[in-house]
């Protein structure tokens, strides 16, 4: 279950209690406020809080203007002026909180980007729900043999099943023991910071996660990337899904000038300007690796 009861019975009491305000809010986040989205089998996503909105972006970047800004082009022009030319600043006004229950080996990768600020369930405190990331059988898949770090073909038939019941097993094996070796039932038993070291890592946690728009489309460009692994791009999934509702003329933005466009180093663009002349270009002449004209190439389709 994503959501227990509890958690449940507390959004429901936010959403019922609407609070007035004077400061600038997003109808389109005010909309998802506090609703946690199921993401894999046990996890979600869900907006606690939020600062700002593409308004706030425009603000901030036309205070360094000072005076003559009466000419200026309107928000979504300012803001897709800011994206394209690669300005952080003002895209820092605005901030976003959120409550996420993931696996550990998905925090372990999202905890990489340094530019939030969490706090996370503690196992040294409290005792671990026995809830663990099974993958559906579509998601079980071998070792790429292109990519060091990536999947290729997915299991099927008696050695998909032979992998599943392995997981499963060790899972609730060792959960079973994590169980054993902090009750007091007639022993004194271990200590829960010591006790949680033999939990697996596809067990659940939930953390608070709070950072600015910048830093966030830093994240979401790298994993909602569709070369990201899996188990962790169903989350920002769902993350995007919020942030284009948020801030709409900032996320358009972002996905035309980040997630639909490529950077060319110099060698690159080279290429493309000789070819654009009429010149067969190849590998040999172009001044690149084999690496960067085969990823040259995937960019040109």
């Known amino acids: 279950m994503p959501v227990t009861p509890e958690q449940q019975a507390e959004i429901d009491t936010l959403r019922s209690q609407p609070r007035q305000t004077l400061r600038a809010v997003s109808e389109g986040m005010e909309s998802h406020l506090y609703t946690a989205y199921p993401v894999l089998d046990h996890g ?43 300005h952080s600043t003002p895209f820092e006004m ?29 196992a040294r405190y409290s005792i671990l729900d026995r809830e663990f ?17 990536g999947r290729g073909e997915a299991l099927t038939g008696d050695e998909a099943a032979r992998v599943l019941e392995i997981l499963k097993s060790d899972a609730n094996r060792a959960y079973d023991h994590y169980e054993s070796m902090i009750s007091e039932d007639g022993q004194q038993g271990l200590a829960r910071e010591l006790a949680r070291m033999n939990l697996p890592a596809n067990i659940y946690t939930q953390w608070y996660w709070k950072v600015d728009l910048h830093n966030l489309f830093h994240f979401l460009r790298l994993r909602a990337d569709s070369h990201a692994q899996y188990e962790i791009r169903v989350y920002t999934d769902e993350i995007c899904k919020v942030v284009a509702d948020w801030v709409p003329f900032a996320f358009k933005a972002f996905e035309d000038y980040r997630m639909g466009g490529e950077t060319l180093s110099a060698a690159a663009l080279d290429c493309v300007r000789r070819m654009l002349k009429g010149e067969a270009v190849t590998q040999e002449t172009s001044g690149m690796s084999a690496r960067e004209w085969r990823e040259l190439q995937e960019v040109l389709g």
């Not at 200026?72 to 994206?83: A, F, K, P, T």
């Not at 990331?133 to 770090?149: F, H, T």
């Open 44 to 86: 979600f996503v869900r907006v606690v809080d939020y600062m700002g909105d593409d308004a706030a972006i425009c603000q901030a970047a036309r205070v360094s203007y000072g005076k003559g800004t009466k000419s200026v082009q309107n928000d979504e022009g300012l803001i897709r002026y800011l994206m394209r030319h690669w």
């Open 94 to 122: 605005c901030e976003i909180k959120l409550h996420v229950k993931l696996p550990v080996f998905v925090a372990r990768q999202w905890i990489r980007h340094r530019t939030a600020n969490v706090n996370e369930y503690s």
């Open 133 to 149: 990331y099974i993958p559906a059988p579509e998601q079980l898949a071998a070792q790429s043999v292109i990519n060091n770090q």
